[in-house]
């Protein structure tokens, strides 16, 4: 919970990078990617203060990635906020929060960072021209996709598992400061939800328990960040994660004589 005390040191931190924002624009006017930064890195550390215990919010991955992002690009290649929307991790939520804070930025300085802002904003919106004509199609059917279910102590269900022992609500380790594991956090408190190897290969294979990461990534239910990179589970990968050790406690019981012995 953030009590009112907290509520006014964020906001005190706002005004101190909006001045030192201020202060540097005398000498020379910011580029667009160094304000997406400030803004980014404020963000991210308003959205680290608010975590309770050892949980960060899930808000706190989206700006950390957006911020990544940002970081690894360079001033000449980001010259609109249509370009700053097609850096990875920056989709429609952060680019409205950049515009709207570009916005009173411009307002209050008189600088201009970005001329004709809001034909620069609709130019990132989706066209919708042919309504009409799509309307008078006949609609298919759409077919029910699927849900992913990995399989009982298949690579893919150890890895979430995982994931979800030890970075949700209910982390069996409340001392652990961020909820992200790295590879070798996540092998080591894998393996024993495991029936196969996370380093020892499939006999004529290269496939591990590890190389489900890949197609958990794939479907959007772990991110990845930082180098070397750290994991994390994203909301549905919380959700899948939560529903297969409930269902798993109930009916079947991890069975650790079936981990395989590496020694």
Not at 56 to 64: E, G
Not at 117 to 129: G, H, T, W
Not at 139 to 159: H, L, N, T
Request: glycine content about 4%; overall charge positive.
């Amino acid at each position: 919970m953030i009590t009112s005390s907290e509520n006014n040191n964020n906001n005190n931190d706002i005004n101190d990078n909006d001045n030192q924002i201020n202060n540097t624009s005398d000498k020379k006017i910011p580029t667009l990617l160094s304000l997406a930064k400030i803004w980014l890195t404020e963000w991210t550390e308003l959205e680290k203060k608010r975590r309770i215990g050892a949980n960060l919010s899930r808000l706190y991955f989206t700006f950390a990635k957006a911020l990544e992002s940002v970081r690894n690009s360079k001033d000449e290649d980001i010259k609109t906020l249509k370009d700053l929307g097609k850096l990875k991790g920056i989709g429609n939520f952060i680019l409205g929060k950049i515009t709207k804070r570009l916005e009173e930025y411009q307002s209050k300085t008189g600088q201009i960072i970005i001329e004709n802002l809001e034909v620069n904003i609709s130019v990132n919106k989706p066209k919708n021209n042919n309504t009409n004509n799509n309307n008078n199609k006949p609609k298919r059917k759409v077919k029910k996709k699927k849900e992913y279910v990995p399989a009982f102590r298949s690579g893919s269900y150890a890895i979430l598992v995982a994931l979800y022992d030890y970075t949700s609500s209910s982390s069996k380790s409340d001392s652990m400061l961020e909820p992200f594991l790295t590879k070798a956090e996540i092998i080591r408190y894998g393996q024993p939800y495991c029936s196969s190897s996370f380093t020892v290969p499939v006999n004529g294979t290269h496939f591990t328990a590890w190389s489900s990461m890949k197609e958990l990534i794939r479907r959007e239910l772990v991110g990845k960040m930082g180098s070397p990179p750290k994991y994390f589970l994203t909301d549905e990968g919380v959700e899948l994660a939560k529903r297969l050790v409930e269902v798993t406690d109930k009916l079947n019981p991890l069975n650790t004589s079936e981990v395989i012995n590496e020694n």
